[in-house]
C-alpha cells in the first residue's frame, strides 16, 4: 500500500511567520499536486509539480519535488488569516489499489492574527 | 461557469439503511471520481467513473457502488450502512484523462452522520 506521510499533522502560527509542510513518501510518484481545503469546501489544487527537483511559486507559496520524486514541501512566506486550511497533498502513480491518486492525511493550518 | 454541486449537503441515517447521494459536475466533464475524507483515514479514493463506466475502483467493500448517466451526473448508493461510514463525501469532476491527470475540481461534499 502506498502511503504520503504529512507533517505536521497541526500547525498554528502568528500572522507573518514562515512555515514549511512536508509530504513524504517510500514510493516514487509521476507528479505530485497541493491541495487546499477550507471548512464546509472541496479542496482546491493549487499546484502540480511533475519534474524531481522541481520548485514553483505561487505569490507566498512556494513548492519544492523532491529529486528522487518521493517527497514534496510547500512553504509559506508571511502567513496570513486567509491561508488557514488543511492542505493535502497527492501523489499520481498509476494502476494502485487505492487509484491513481495518493492523499496525504493533511496539514491544517491556522493562522492568528 | 457552475461548479460541482452534491446533494444533499447533510444526511443524519441509522444503522442498516441505505443512502443515495447525487453528484452533478462542471459543464463538459465527463470524469467523476467519488473519495471518502475522514479525520482517521483522510482522503480515500472510492471509484472513477468516465462515460457511464466505472473506470478506477479503489479498496472500499461491494456495499459501495455508483453509477453514471449519460449527462455526466453521477450517484453514490451505501448499503446496509455502519457507523464508520460517516465520513464526508466528495465527488469531483475532470475533463476525462487518465484518472488523477486532469485538474479535478471538488465539490463541498456531502457531510454523511450514522447514527
Known amino acids: 500500500t502506498q502511503l504520503l506521510e504529512q507533517s505536521p499533522q497541526f500547525l498554528s502560527i502568528q500572522e507573518g511567520e514562515n512555515l514549511t509542510v512536508y509530504c513524504n513518501s517510500s514510493?516514487?510518484?509521476?507528479?505530485l499536486q497541493w491541495y487546499r481545503q477550507e471548512p464546509g469546501e472541496g479542496p482546491v489544487l493549487l499546484v502540480t509539480?511533475?519534474?524531481?527537483?522541481e520548485v514553483k511559486k505561487l505569490k507566498r507559496l512556494t513548492f519544492q519535488f523532491g529529486d528522487a520524486r518521493k517527497d514534496s514541501s510547500l512553504h509559506i512566506t508571511a502567513a496570513q488569516p486567509g491561508d488557514t486550511g488543511l492542505y493535502l497533498c497527492?501523489?499520481?502513480?498509476?494502476?494502485?489499489?487505492?487509484?491513481?491518486?495518493?492523499f496525504g492525511k493533511g496539514t491544517k493550518l491556522s493562522v492568528k492574527p | 461557469k457552475a461548479g460541482v454541486t452534491q446533494t444533499p449537503r447533510y444526511l443524519i441515517k441509522t444503522r442498516g439503511q441505505q443512502v443515495t447521494l447525487s453528484c452533478s459536475p462542471i459543464?463538459?466533464?465527463?470524469?467523476v471520481s467519488w473519495y471518502q475524507q475522514t479525520p482517521g483515514q483522510g482522503l480515500q479514493f472510492l471509484f472513477e467513473?468516465?462515460?457511464?463506466?466505472?473506470?478506477n475502483k479503489g479498496n472500499f467493500p461491494g456495499r459501495f457502488s455508483g453509477r453514471q448517466f449519460s449527462n455526466s451526473r453521477s450517484e453514490m448508493n451505501v448499503s446496509t450502512l455502519e457507523l464508520g461510514d460517516s465520513a464526508l463525501y466528495l465527488c469531483?469532476?475532470?475533463?476525462?484523462?487518465?484518472?488523477?491527470?486532469?485538474?479535478?475540481?471538488f465539490g463541498p461534499g456531502t457531510r454523511l452522520t450514522v447514527l
Open positions: 514510493s516514487v510518484f509521476s507528479s
Open positions: 469531483a469532476s475532470s475533463l476525462g484523462g487518465t484518472h488523477g491527470t486532469d485538474t479535478q475540481y
Open positions: 509539480v511533475v519534474t524531481g527537483g
Open positions: 467513473y468516465f462515460s457511464e463506466t466505472q473506470r
Open positions: 459543464s463538459g466533464h465527463r470524469s
Open positions: 497527492a501523489g499520481l502513480n498509476y494502476g494502485g489499489s487505492q487509484g491513481n491518486l495518493i
